[in-house]
C-alpha cells in the first residue's frame, strides 16, 4: 500500500479548486441557512448556473471570460428571484421543497437533448476557458481564462503542491473570490444588517413587528447566497468542463454536510468545514480501495471507494445529532435546536 | 426609573370622550379609530366591532374575559392579520391593506401576548433591533463599518437607558433565551420602545411579571404617557386597570360591550355580565386581581 502516495494526493485538496468551489457554495448556504434560516435545498442549482451560464456566455455568445463570469452570476440572481417571490411569503418549509424541485428542473433543462446546441446535453460544455478562444467557437478568441494566466509556464511550489501555472492561478484566483467572500459576509453578518437577518431567522414576526421589511430582507440574503452559490460554479468551470451530472442533489447534500461540520452560523465554517470534508472524502476515497486491493476489506476496489458515501452519510447524522453547532458554531446561537 | 421605589400617582386624563358614554362613543382627539371591523375563523366571529376610537395621549385599557377577541383585534389593528371588513385608520390614516412593517414604521408598535423575545440574538442586539432607520441595516451601507458606526453607538445609549429602566441593564450581554418569562416581557416591551412609537399596543403586558416589578412597569407605562405618547394595553387584573388607565374599553365575544372610566365601567352590568355570567354584586378587582396596589386615595 502506497501510504504516502495516498497522504500526498490527500494533501493537495486542501487548495484544490473543487475544495475553493465547495467553500464559496457552503459560504452561501451559511447566509441562507445559518444567518437567515432559509432552508435551500437546491444550491447545486444556484451552481449549476454560475457554470453553465459562464460557458454559455463564452461560447454561444462570444463574451470575453470575465463578462461571461457575470452572465454566471447574473442568472443566479434571476434564479434567486423568481424562487423568492413565490416562497419567501409562505413557511419557511416551503422554500426547501420549493428550491430542491427548482434545482432539479435546471438539470433536467442541462440535460435534455432539446438545448443541445447551448447546453451541449449529457456531454455536457468544454473548451471554452481557451487557450486563445476556443476551436468550436472562433468569437470566443477575445481570450479564455487561460489566457489572462499571467504567470509564466512552468512547475511551481514543492510536493504536494508542485502543479503548473494554470493550476497556481486557479489557486490565487480562486483565493481571492474567498477572501473578498468571506470578508464580505462576515462584514454583512456583523452588522445592524445581519442583525435584522437573524432576527428574521427566529421569528419573522417579532422582526415585522418592528418595522423591517422581512421580505425584502430575506430576498437579499437568498440573492446573496445564490451569488456565492453561483461563484462556487464558476470556480469549478475555471478549473474543468461543465457537466450536468455534477450539479446532482448529492452534491447539495454535500455542501450541507460541509456547512454543517464547519457550523452553519459562523463565516469561516464552511471554509474549514469544505476543506475537511474533501480532504477526507478523497483520503477514504484512496485509503478503502488499497485496502481492499491489500485484502483487508471484503470489497473490490470500485465498490471500496464507495464506502466513504455511506460514512458520509453517517457522519451528518451524528453530526446534526451530537454537534449540531459545528466545530465554530456558538452552542448558544443553535438554529436549528431551540 | 426615577420613580421605582415610590409609585407614582397617576395623573388621570379626564373628558377624553364626547357625549353620552356608550360603546363605540366619539374621542375630543381620537388618535385610531375603527369601523366595522369584522374577522370570521370558519363560524367562529372573533372580532365585530362596530365602532371604536381611542384617545389620542391617554391610557386605554382593553379588557374582556378570555376568547373576547382582544388578541385578535390587535391583530387586525396592526397588519397581522386582515379583517373580512371593515375600516380603520391611524391618525387620519387608512390602514387597510398596509402591511404590518408600514403600520409599524408609521408610529403604531404591539407587543404580542405570547411573547417573541429573539432568544438567539443578546438582550442588547434584541434592543438596537428595535431602532428604526437605520443605515446600516441596509444591505450595501452594512459592509461599511463607517458609514453606521456612529448611529449604532447612539443607538447603544439609547437601549442602555431603556434597560436600567427595566432592571435589565445587567444581562445585556446574555442571550435572550436565557432570560425568564416576565424579563422577557420587559425585553419584549423595552425593545418596542426602541422605535419611539407614537402609539403602543401591549398585550398582557403583566404577565408573569412579579408585583415589585409590575409596580415599575405600571410607573413606566404612565411614564409613556408623560412623554406624550399613547398606550393601549390589555390586561386582566382589574386593579391594575384601575390603577393606571384613563379609559376602558371592554370587549366580549368580539363586540364592545362598554366603555368609560375605569369606576364607572367596572359597575356596568353588561361588564360583570360578561365576566361573572350573572349579575352579582361583587367587586372585579376581587375576582381578577393578582396583587392589592397602594391605594391612591383617589378611589371614588
Ligand atoms: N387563528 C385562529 N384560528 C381560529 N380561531 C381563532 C384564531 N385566533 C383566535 N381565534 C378565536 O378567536 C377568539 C378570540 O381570540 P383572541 O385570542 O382574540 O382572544 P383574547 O381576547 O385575546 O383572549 P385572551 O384574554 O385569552 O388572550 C377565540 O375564540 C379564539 O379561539
Ligand atoms: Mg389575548
Known sequence: MDVLGILSSTASFILDPTTMAYALAGLGLAVHFGFAGLLNMGMAGFMALGAYGYAIGILTFGLPWYLAAFVGIGASIVFALILGIPTLRLRGDYL???????????????????????????????GFNGPGGTVTNPIAGAGGFNDSNPIPDGEYGFPPFLDDERTWYLRIVGGIILAVGVYFVWRLVNSPWGRVIKGIRE????????????????????????????????????????????????????????LLLGGAATVFGPLVGSAIFWVLQAFLGLLFPALAKAGLLPFDSIQAAQIRFILIGVALVLLVVFRPQGIFGNKKELTFVK | MSSSDKPTTPVKSTGLHVGEIKPGVAKKDPILIADGVRRQFGGLTA???????????????????????????????????????????????????????????????????????????????????????????????????????????????????????????????????????????????????????????????????????????LDHILNLKKEGMTVLFVEHDMHMVRHIADWVIVMAEGKVVAEGDPYEVMKNPAVIDAYLGSHQDVDLGTVTGRITLPKQGKEK
Open chain 1, 203 to 258: 421569528d419573522e414576526e417579532a422582526v415585522r413587528s418592528l418595522g423591517k421589511n422581512v421580505f425584502a430582507y430575506k430576498m437579499q440574503a437568498l440573492i446573496i447566497g445564490g451569488v456565492f452559490g453561483a461563484l462556487g460554479g464558476l470556480m469549478l468551470a475555471f478549473s474543468t468542463n461543465v457537466n450536468s451530472g455534477v450539479y446532482v442533489t448529492s452534491l447539495t447534500f454535500f455542501l450541507w454536510t460541509a
Open chain 1, 96 to 126: 426547501a421543497i420549493v428550491t430542491i424541485a427548482a434545482a432539479e428542473i435546471i438539470r433536467l433543462f442541462l440535460l435534455t437533448s432539446a438545448f443541445v446546441d447551448v447546453t451541449g446535453s449529457a456531454d455536457g460544455l468544454s
Open chain 2, 47 to 217: 372580532v365585530d366591532v362596530a365602532h371604536v376610537e381611542i384617545p389620542r395621549n391617554a391610557i386605554t385599557a382593553l379588557i374582556g374575559p378570555n376568547g373576547a377577541g382582544k388578541t385578535t383585534f390587535f391583530n387586525l389593528l396592526t397588519g397581522f392579520d386582515i379583517p373580512n371588513e371593515g375600516t380603520w385608520s391611524f391618525n387620519g390614516k387608512s390602514l387597510a391593506g398596509v402591511p404590518a412593517f408600514k403600520v409599524a414604521r408609521m408610529g403604531l408598535i404591539r407587543t404580542f401576548q405570547l411573547t417573541k423575545a429573539l432568544g438567539l440574538l443578546t438582550v442588547m442586539d434584541n434592543m438596537k433591533l428595535g431602532s428604526t432607520q437605520q443605515t446600516g441595516e441596509k444591505l450595501w451601507a452594512s459592509v461599511f463599518h463607517f458609514l453606521w458606526k456612529k448611529k449604532d453607538v447612539e443607538i447603544e445609549t439609547q437601549a442602555l437607558d431603556l434597560l436600567t429602566r427595566f432592571k435589565l441593564d445587567a444581562k445585556k450581554d446574555d442571550y435572550a433565551a436565557s432570560l425568564s418569562g416576565g424579563q422577557r416581557k420587559l425585553l419584549e416591551m423595552a425593545r418596542a420602545l426602541m422605535t419611539k412609537p407614537e402609539l403602543v399596543m401591549l398585550d398582557e403586558p403583566m404577565a408573569g411579571v412579579n408585583p415589585a416589578l409590575t409596580q415599575s412597569l
